[in-house]
């Protein structure tokens, strides 16, 4: 299940500029960490010391815990930001991110960069991370069509495996019934489509 | 796509245990800072400092790069260690991680837990989230029955929502005909199953 709702936020753009030039480059900094964690091939003396400088940075950070989570916060308190998202969030480093460009037909695209933390088989994107990514803008492009929605089911048809290296995702509507929308996304590669989706979109009551 | 073949390692297990203690506390050093990225409140002068002390870690971490993936080498150097993998990986911040113990007729369990940087509506589990851990439940199902394959297609039913914190998940072989194996999988919060998966899996050509 996911919500996918229409963006909204009461916060003056000037104070929401001002937090986002505050935590984007701590969380593009952890992304390149989250990177090296994988990637990097230092000796043993030198891993020790990086790890001290994370532990560094999260006693920092760790000294004021929010006890809601961003989500819940941002719900509640008339923002609907989604920076805690795990595919498109400007404060989560687990995000590649996403930008997802859409427009009021539902059509939803984006182009974006995996690199070898979202690894499933050997050079590959995980089947899972493709699942992952398709099911976020699938919600783009039915909150977008003015259908937001909970995901009732997905399926993913792999036709190849996806490399890591630059990929696009692409969504749209494909039918509406009622409370019910059916999407469908696609994951491209250089080679063209590796993967397919479609979602079934249920309308929460609030926004019959 | 995705492989889900049986791990076989040819280091000696001093060694590998060795390896794993030098970069599992980084790991999970990046974890919490990972977390805290979303769930930290302290002010904004606390958030520049952590952010150097992550760069710092970042430049050490950066003077060795490797050039293949950690699937690739491991791959090619007779060790199958799941290490970068996104959901189990010792070395992969993205992951939870988790711990999937599985038996030889297919039947795969893993409890874990899922705190906020895997949130997608409020206060629950990304929908995609549950995707990506049910496809690699899957896939120790297969690779445990001695059928490992890639995944053809995924279908996930959403239930209710997955809530955020401690969830397990299971999966076991359904069917098998020739190349092809289905199995399936659900996920458990604590007020009973939030979604069901069904994968069906294609042995690749050189396990036939």
Chains 1, 2 share one sequence.
């Not at 819940?72 to 969030?89: K, M």
Request: net charge negative.
């Amino acid at each position: 299940m996911n919500w996918h709702l229409p963006e909204t936020d009461d916060t003056p753009a000037a104070v929401v500029e001002q937090e986002a030039a505050v935590w984007r480059p701590l969380t593009e900094a952890a992304r390149e960490l989250v990177d090296l964690c994988v990637m990097s091939d230092v000796d043993d003396d030198e891993v020790r010391a990086a790890r001290a400088d994370v532990e560094a940075a999260v006693a920092r950070l760790r000294k004021a815990r929010r006890t809601r989570t961003l989500g819940e916060e941002h719900l509640t308190a008339g923002r609907r930001r989604p920076w805690g998202n795990p595919v498109i969030g400007l404060r989560n480093p687990i995000a590649p991110p996403l930008t997802v460009v859409s427009d009021p037909t539902g059509r939803a695209e984006t182009s974006f960069r995996c690199g070898a933390a979202y690894e499933g088989p050997p050079g590959l994107v995980h089947g899972g991370v493709v699942a992952l990514i398709l099911d976020q803008v699938l919600g783009h492009s039915v909150g977008a069509a003015g259908r937001p929605g909970m995901t009732g089911t997905l399926t993913l048809v792999y036709r190849r495996g996806t490399p890591l290296g630059d990929l696009r995702a692409e969504a749209w509507i494909d039918r509406e019934d009622g409370i019910k929308t059916w999407a469908k996304a696609r994951m491209i590669g250089p080679d063209g489509v590796t993967a397919e989706a479609e979602g079934v979109f249920i309308m929460p009551r609030a926004f019959r």
